[in-house]
Nanobody, 124 residues
Framework: QVQLVESGGGLVQAGGSLRLSCAAS????????MGWFRQPPGKEREFVAA????????YYTDSVKGRFTISRENAKNTVYLQMNSLKPEDTAVYYC?????????????????WGQGTQVTVSS
């Protein structure tokens, strides 16, 4: 079993930056593919970014390409989401997720483990 805990959310003005962290415990994170999802108010949870376990290959949804960067530090069992040039439409609860596999995973249904979420609010 893997436990995931997100942190780093908050309130920021449009154009600002935040860095989310997701700390994993219970199993070595190098064998776990990780992803970030978000759920805007009144909408379904959507994919944001993903990173593979060992190779560090990444994938992003189009709306965040060039603004967000997913990375991982396996020695600390932590995955990050650096968010720059934030927009009001980025406002959502952000969740990290994990699944024990080698590749990059983008489908929500394929993830086994989920964090509790952290709120990101971008004011205009």
């Amino acid at each position: 079993q893997v436990q995931l805990v997100e942190s780093g959310g908050g309130l920021v003005q449009a154009g600002g930056s935040l860095r989310l962290s997701c700390a994993a415990s219970g199993r070595s994170s190098s064998s776990i593919a990780m992803g970030w999802f978000r759920q805007p108010p009144g909408k379904e949870r959507e994919f944001v970014a993903a990173i593979s376990g060992s190779s560090g290959r990444t994938y992003y949804t189009d709306s965040v390409k060039g603004r967000f960067t997913i990375s991982r530090e396996n020695a600390k069992n932590t995955v990050y989401l650096q968010m720059n040039s934030l927009k009001p439409e980025d406002t959502a609860v952000y969740y990290c997720a994990g699944v024990q596999t080698l590749g990059v995973v983008v489908r929500r249904s394929e993830y086994s483990y989920w964090g509790q979420g952290t709120q990101v609010t971008v004011s205009s």
